[in-house]
């Protein structure tokens, strides 16, 4: 049974940072897609950050130059760096992953495993 947890959200300040993790378990990291997603208040689920098969990373416009996708196969976890946060990052996020390696053409529909989230919040 695969399982998906998250930790690290919290309340933070504009402009500062935060690393959310997911810890998989039933799961092999290796050549299958898994991705962040984000859903605050009101709005649809968004996809933040994937990271494909062949490794290869995605970010959505909004928070490029600012979040890091990244994986460590070895404790099978995946990662979200983000910096320089603003208001308009708050939501809770999810962590997500799919049975295939690719994600570029996915959105939430396509997902196969979700964890509960980790609140992110942030104060001006």
């Known amino acids: 049974q695969v399982q998906l947890v998250e930790s690290g959200g919290g309340s933070v300040q504009t402009g500062g940072s935060l690393t959310l993790s997911c810890a998989a378990s039933?799961?092999?990291?290796?050549?299958?897609?898994m991705g962040w997603f984000r859903q605050a208040p009101g709005k649809e689920r968004e996809k933040v950050a994937t990271l494909n098969g062949a490794g290869t990373t995605w970010y959505v416009d909004s928070v490029k130059g600012r979040f890091t996708i990244s994986k460590d196969n070895a404790k099978i976890a995946l990662y979200l760096q983000m910096n320089s946060l603003k208001p308009e990052d708050a939501a809770m996020y999810y962590c997500a992953a799919r049975n295939g390696a690719g994600c570029a053409a996915y959105g939430p529909d396509n997902m196969d495993y979700w964890g509960k989230g980790t609140l992110v919040t942030i104060s001006s």
């Open positions: 039933g799961y092999t990291f290796s050549r299958r897609c």
